[in-house]
């Protein structure tokens, strides 16, 4: 059915690489996130898959039909763009309809398409409105139908809620997902959102500079990043990003030292530059870290600007000598850290604050290439940990 498989898809144009060596296996029924920031080739990517760019090198199959050759009609796929591109003078239903009129579908058949896509998009009793009588979200399921009623094996979505306000957006999140799980179909959408990628996607592919970073579930994306570039963009606000340096017990950072057994990490050894993830949710002040079964050693840092958010504050903290009163925020990234705190936390800015971060949490890259080491840390040795046991062999 609805299978979509990109082969080594490269796309070229002059000096510019859009599209970089991609190889996709998206399976039947599959919805599909690509995404990544302004640019990374993504809309090159889906109109490879449409028929609308021709790949420079590369074979795209659909339903287990080699397509790379074939026009854009002859690929059983739908598209919904960013722009909706309604006809002002037609109402809705001419508007669904437009594509199967012009293929001289017979009128009962047309009547029955249109009907059945209304129903599923929620345009019933909207028939005969002009699209300037319609909200952007409800012109936007318009948009939608006219895709469905073409009943094609896969719907290819160029952020398709772009210009939508916030509030809509959400609002269109779940109607896609409730409109896949109707439809059955394969969905490929595109979206530099990281959120809209994290929410509705059986599988995000995640790209940068034309290249796949990773293919995977959102929440292993989100645990378990392959590189630094993932791990950096998925995620609201970002993962915290610190260097430092390899010694025999851990990493020894500009302001603090993190314990771990290097021991059980493959391919680290003394004196490697890696940089040290950690996301907000698992930076703790020391008196809200009890439920946190492994904690670093404590980390002496000083508050320095909030943003409350109602459900949780964000503070931003500085370590080592941005802690100290009367240095200000011009530490670089190894001095700060970002933290997400309970709203009912009393905390103020310029406040000495003692945090730990959970051990378990902290992901490990390579400084120069980027590639993940590690997630999740351990410590054999931590005195309040249930096991107790002291560091086998530690050198
Ligand atoms: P995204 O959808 O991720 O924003 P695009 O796929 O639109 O990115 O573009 C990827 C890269 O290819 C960009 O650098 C863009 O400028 C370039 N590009 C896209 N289309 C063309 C084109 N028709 N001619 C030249 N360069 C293009």
Do not use: W
Not at 126 to 140: A, H, I, K, T
Not at 332 to 344: A, E, G, K
Not at 386 to 394: C, Q, S, V
Request: proline share 5%; net charge negative; hydrophobic share 40%.
């Amino acid at each position: 059915m609805g299978e979509v498989n990109l082969e080594h898809v490269s796309k070229r144009y002059d000096d510019v690489t859009a599209v970089d060596d991609m190889n996709l296996e998206i399976e039947d029924g599959e919805f599909v996130t690509l995404v990544g920031p302004s640019g990374c080739g993504k809309s090159t990517t889906l109109e490879t898959i449409a028929g609308l760019t021709m790949p420079t090198e590369g074979k795209i199959s659909i339903a287990d039909r080699e397509v790379t050759n074939l026009p854009p009609k002859d690929r059983g796929i739908a598209m919904v763009f960013q722009n909706i591109a309604l006809f002002p003078h037609m109402d809705v239903y001419d508007n669904i309809s437009f594509g199967l009129r012009l293929r001289n579908y017979e009128k009962e058949e047309v009547d029955r398409r249109v009907e059945d896509a209304a129903e599923i998009v929620q345009l019933e009793g909207m028939l005969d409105r002009m699209p300037d009588e319609m909200s952007g979200g409800q012109r936007q399921r318009v948009a939608i139908a006219r895709a469905i009623v073409r009943e094609p094996e896969v719907f290819l979505m160029d952020e398709p809620l772009a210009n939508l306000d916030a509030k809509l957006r959400v609002h269109m999140r779940t109607e896609l997902q409730r409109l896949h799980k109707e439809l059955d179909a394969t969905i490929i959408y595109v979206t530099h959102d990281q959120a809209e990628a994290m929410t509705m996607s059986d599988r995000v592919a995640v790209i940068n500079k034309g290249e796949l970073q990773q293919f995977a579930p959102p929440l292993e994306c989100y645990n378990e990043p392959k590189n630094l570039f993932v791990a950096g963009f998925m995620g609201s606000p970002s993962m915290n990003f610190v260097e430092g340096v390899v010694d025999s017990n851990g990493l020894e950072t500009p302001d603090y030292h993190v314990e771990f057994d290097t021991g059980q990490l493959n391919g680290i050894s003394v004196d490697d530059r890696l940089t040290m993830g950690v996301r907000p949710e698992d930076v703790y002040l020391v008196d809200d870290a009890d439920n946190v079964a492994n904690p670093t050693h404590r980390i002496n840092a000083r508050t320095d600007v909030l943003e409350p958010m109602g459900d949780e504050i964000f503070v931003y903290i500085l370590t080592g000598e941005g802690s100290a009163a009367g240095m200000d925020a011009e530490a670089d990234d190894s001095h700060q850290l970002l933290m997400s705190v309970n709203p009912d936390k009393d905390i103020d800015i310029d406040q000495d604050v003692e945090v730990v971060l959970d051990r378990e949490r902290i992901h490990l890259f390579d400084t120069e290439t980027g590639d993940a080491i590690a997630h999740g840390l351990e410590f054999a040795s931590v005195e309040t940990g249930p096991t107790g046991t002291e560091a086998e062999g530690d050198d």
